[in-house]
T-cell receptor
Framework: AQSVTQLDSHVSVSEGTPVLLRCNYS??????LFWYVQHPNKGLQLLLK??????LVKGINGFEAEFKKSETSFHLTKPSAHMSDAAEYFC???????????FGSGTKLNVKP | SAVISQKPSRDICQRGTSLTIQCQVDSQVTMMFWYRQQPGQSLTLIATANQGSEATYESGFVIDKFPISRPNLTFSTLTVSNMSPEDSSIYLC?????WGVGEMNTEAFFGQGTRLTVV
């Protein structure tokens, strides 16, 4: 079975401090992995994607994620949070053998001044 | 990349009525997906719509409640039938766009969503 688990439903950080949003996946097949961001009342925007090339993936707005097969993880990080990063973040898995994307439950990121 | 236009962006409907949501893509795509995002929750896949074939529904969703049309490679509609307040959600259209070579090179694009309130 395929699944995605986002370990934290809410994360709160202060502006200028690091961000870590955790994601673990379960799949019998090689996955493509994505992080999407959804700002309030806005559509979903792709932050970054992993597709079996480099395990460390750089995305937009200074975000990075590292694919660790041994840990089945794809955690999202950013060295320094900005107020504009406050949003909901979704970890998404796409399995080659299945024509669908599996969404995690989402992590709401709050950035305090 | 693919640009998706979804209409309407929001609507308030009476219970027992139906609403049809339209999804227009600026390029031809094989697969289109319809999702529901209930308040405060993640996205749940309703169905996958391929042109020229019946939509494939996920567990918990049925064609009578959510009929889907896919008349060509750039357009799809989702109808929410006989609505009740529990159907109040954001409904999103999504397409999969292949880039480069190989099935791993794929990405999902999303419309802005239709915010439905049933009263």
């Amino acid at each position: 079975a395929q699944s995605v688990t986002q370990l934290d439903s809410h994360v709160s950080v202060s502006e200028g401090t690091p961000v870590l949003l955790r994601c673990n996946y379960s799949s019998s097949y090689s996955p493509s992995l994505f992080w999407y961001v959804q700002h309030p009342n806005k559509g979903l925007q792709l932050l970054l994607k992993y597709t079996s090339a480099a395990t460390l993936v750089k995305g937009i707005n200074g975000f990075e994620a590292e694919f660790k097969k041994s840990e089945t993880s794809f955690h999202l990080t950013k060295p320094s949070a900005h107020m504009s990063d406050a949003a909901e973040y979704f970890c998404v898995v796409r399995i080659i053998n299945f024509n669908k994307f599996y969404f995690g439950s989402g992590t709401k990121l709050n950035v305090k001044p | 990349s693919a640009v998706i236009s979804q209409k309407p962006s929001r609507d308030i409907c009476q219970r027992g009525t139906s609403l049809t949501i339209q999804c227009q893509v600026d390029s031809q795509v094989t697969m289109m997906f319809w999702y529901r995002q209930q308040p405060g929750q993640s996205l749940t896949l309703i169905a996958t719509a391929n042109q020229g074939s019946e939509a494939t529904y996920e567990s918990g969703f049925v064609i009578d409640k959510f009929p889907i049309s896919r008349p060509n490679l750039t357009f799809s509609t989702l109808t929410v039938s006989n609505m009740s307040p529990e159907d109040s959600s954001i409904y999103l259209c999504s397409v999969e766009d292949l880039w480069g070579v190989g099935e791993m090179n794929t990405e999902a694009f999303f419309g802005q969503g239709t915010r439905l309130t049933v009263v």
